[in-house]
């Protein structure tokens, strides 16, 4: 039976306990003793003591079973594939022949034992195409695997099926009405809960361990001295047996990544800002309720739409207007293309954390400095701002985080050349740019110029983070400074 | 003012006068002060307006498509010349009977001689190159046509289809443009007689990718985005209530929930890119699973929708006032009844509109998408979560990058649907919100 067929049997038969367990301790209960627990728990009980080890026994084994087969293959394939380091073609090579014996007849299989027949052609009339014609050891091998798998199969059907009726056998007969049902229940359901409550660790060391163990080993062809401090972006695609690798330097990036953020926060900080200030200081309840909202819908908007907007009329617009009058530049693609779109949209950051903040700054203090004579702008800049200017801070520092990680905006909008140049109007490329170039086509997970995209990627990773966590920090800081 | 400063002696008039002008000078300042908050809250809000119209004014036009609408002879000596009339019958053989009916029907509608093979291209070269699989299969699904002559709806180039729109302008120099004088004659007569009209682009909602763009839609991107919201809705909505509920009701404060917090909100500003290359090394380099498969595609989405849901949880479950709690205690429930009889159902409507939000915020999601392959071409609509799928947002991308004009335009239909469903669903979010809300 297939894993799908297994988790089929098994929750139909977690139902049957449930209701069994229900129906047993109803009864149990009708004959006069007190129960512990309501009926329901006597039946998620059962439940969970069906359910749960057949599970647990169907994870291990579906985990388990392609090591294993992976290790039956290996231990066929003859001494000069394994020292010749071909190793995982030649697996690749003996699963398909498996694959093929699994769909041919039985006489085309007898045909195939005795060598009467080729078996690539049987194969192939099965829908199967093999790269060459099969080798004696691949026959054995997948011989072998399928034997084992077929082996591990009936285990697995085996091992859950007696774990279902054992655990449902064992829970139905410990119930009494002594038996504390709900508390055993409710251990399992906290148990679950605090398991979903740790993905999200799970996450970030998932993130850290897999960007950090191919970083690692690009780091290992190229060091780390070389990445950091070079100056030439130069990856070239490796040539099929040229050991000619390039130079990665990730210091044009990072400038093309630091001056497109910083436009993008010249646009976005006075625009945010003092929106943010009129906002919650002098529009009316229905100006606010109309803009605010507004304002909002950026932050909602895909960045790939920002992406084409930028590419189809921010780009021209800069490119007829600004850089060809200059004459600094004569492409749509360039730093202030993506900066001004990229700031377009993290104007909403900027202005719904300041809006926060600056409400959140106590009335007294206002009402102190206007009774003290001052105007509103000046009880604004001079009580209001500064009172509020950490968590400020903070917002802007999270919108910049926003700017330094987007993708889609610069993809499409600052151009795929890495220059280290101050003229705003020339193409420029960022750190995340160069991520999706390395890692859209063909892969290889062997070569640097695959494997670079993972150290711009733990870079880029450890910038934001940096910056997130001094963000928040600062604005957690403020939110109690009022409370 | 300046009534009562005349009454006082002279030496204090020039002082109030000073402090006079003084006050003007602060007015004036307060009046530039907010009228640069009045700027700045126009620009932001010039913005929306401006890239919505970009959008639109570039894009509404694609809802309509050119058709020819010949008046084709189905033919039964050249479609089944061997006398088998069944589908299977129609889709063998040589392709090329079925460009005779096309050119045949055209001949009658154009009045081309029929020894004027130049003229046949010219007239051909208008009509879509997907005209005669299109055809065929028409044939195929209705083999009740054959002997008949009836109408039959062709698509006109993705240029012939600009032209009609008037993005390709004939005042153009000829050599300039891939509509040549000879064409737009054959247009003007088409148009005359009314065989070339502009219809409602359906098109548009049921392909799926094609380099030819009067046959490239997004229904197939549509529906990889949708099995995608599938896997994101079933994995993230449980997992991301469960472990809220955890921190929330459950869990003691120390050192080790505390990170989990701090960890939680920083992963809400993580580069979504980041998440595609966890995607791409776990899921696809360790685990084995396919590429450009929605699959994929939704376990990577979940993990980016994931912060997001359980801080919105988190601030529902907050929101229900402790009396709740202690009352559902007090009667003697336990505290996992209290919390799922009692605290969740009251918390629902904000983990709906958490969920709904993380949700359209997955959907226009693009740059992870496009580390684990989701970037393909992909023709065929995918039936189960391991077949390979594109995504309205990685689809749109692909065709941002297309140079020609009739991609441009559909590009930014695309965009407009994409807003449409991210619309709704906001909208559901807001009404929710507002129908269920409650003040304690």
Known sequence: ?483 | MTEASAALPAAQATVVRKIDIGLQRRYRAERRFRAYGIVALSIGIACVVMLFSSIVSRGYTAFEQTRVTLLVDFDPKVIAPNGDRSPDAVMSGDAFRFDELISTALQKTLDIEPDDEDGLYDALDLLSKGSTPMLRKLIADKPSLIGTRSAVDFYATGDVDAFIKGTIHADVPESQRNIKDRHIKLIDRLENTGTMHLAFNTGLFTFGASSRPELAGVGVAAVGSFMMMLVVLTLSLPLGVAGSIYLEEFAPKNRWTDLIEVNINNLAAVPSIVYGMLGLAVFINFMHLPRSASLVGGLVLTLTTLPTIIITTRAALKAVPPSIREAGLGIGASKMQTVFHHVLPLAVPGILTGTIIGLAHALGETAPLLMIGMKAFVVNYPTTPFDPATSLPTQIFMWATEPERAFSERTSAAIMILLAFLLAMNSIAIILRRAFERRW
Do not use: C
């Open chain 1, 1 to 483: 039976m297939g894993p799908l067929t297994l988790i089929a049997l098994i929750a139909g038969l977690s139902l049957f306990g449930f209701f069994l367990g229900r129906w047993k301790s109803i009864a149990m209960a009708g004959s006069g003793a007190p129960l512990h627990s309501r009926p329901n728990h006597y039946g998620s009980f059962v439940l969970v003591w069906t359910a749960v080890p057949a599970l647990v026994v169907l994870t291990l084994l579906v985990i388990a079973r392609p090591l294993i087969l992976d290790q039956t293959i290996r231990s066929h394939l003859p001494s000069d594939i394994v020292t010749s380091g071909d190793v995982s073609l030649a697996i690749s090579g003996v699963e398909q022949v498996a694959d093929g014996l699994k769909a041919v007849t039985p006489d085309e299989y007898e045909n195939i034992h005795l060598g009467v027949v080729s078996a690539r052609r049987i194969f192939a009339d099965h829908g199967i195409p093999l790269g060459g014609d099969v080798s004696p050891y691949q026959l054995t091998a997948a011989i072998a695997a399928n034997d084992t798998e077929r082996l591990i199969t009936l285990t697995t059907t085996t091992a859950v099926v007696g774990a279902l009726a054992l655990g449902l056998f064992l829970a139905f007969i410990r119930i009494k009405p002594r038996l504390r049902a709900r508390n055993s229940v409710e251990r399992v359901v906290l148990t679950l809960l605090i398991a979903a409550s740790t993905v999200a660790i799970l996450t970030t060391v998932g993130i850290v361990l897999s960007l950090l163990f191919q970083a690692l080993q690009f780091f290992s062809m190229v060091s780390p001295i070389n990445f950091y401090f070079g100056t030439v972006w130069d990856p070239r695609f490796a040539a099929a047996g040229s050991s000619e690798s390039g130079q990665f330097g990730i210091l044009p990036l990072a400038w093309g990544t630091a001056y497109i953020s910083l436009f993008a926060l010249l646009v976005a900080v006075p625009i945010g800002l003092l929106s943010a200030i009129y906002m919650a200081e002098y529009a009316s309840p229905k100006v606010r309720a109309i803009s605010k909202p507004t304002l909002e819908i950026l932050a909602g908007i895909p960045t790939i739409v920002y992406g084409f907007f930028a590419l189809v009329t921010v780009g021209p617009m800069i490119r007829d207007y600004l850089a060809l009058p200059l004459g600094l530049g004569n492409s749509g693609n360039n730093v202030v293309t993506a900066g001004v779109v990229m700031g377009i949209m993290i104007i909403p950051y900027v202005s719904s954390l300041s809006d926060d903040i600056i409400t959140a700054v106590p009335r007294a203090m206002r009402e102190g400095s206007l009774g003290l004579g001052a105007t509103r702008s000046e009880t604004i800049k001079r009580v209001v701002l500064p009172a509020a200017l950490p968590g400020i801070v903070g917002a802007i520092l999270l919108a910049a985080s926003r700017a330094i990680g987007e993708t889609m905006i610069v993809v499409l909008a600052a151009g795929v050349a890495a220059n280290l140049s101050a003229n705003p109007f020339a193409e420029m490329t960022t750190i995340t740019v160069k991520i999706v170039n390395q890692l859209t086509g063909d892969l290889e997970f062997t070569s640097p110029q695959t494997l670079v995209a993972f150290a711009l990627g733990i870079t880029l990773f450890v910038i934001t983070l940096g910056l997130n966590v001094i963000a928040l920090t600062i604005v957690r800081k403020y939110r109690e400074q009022y409370e």
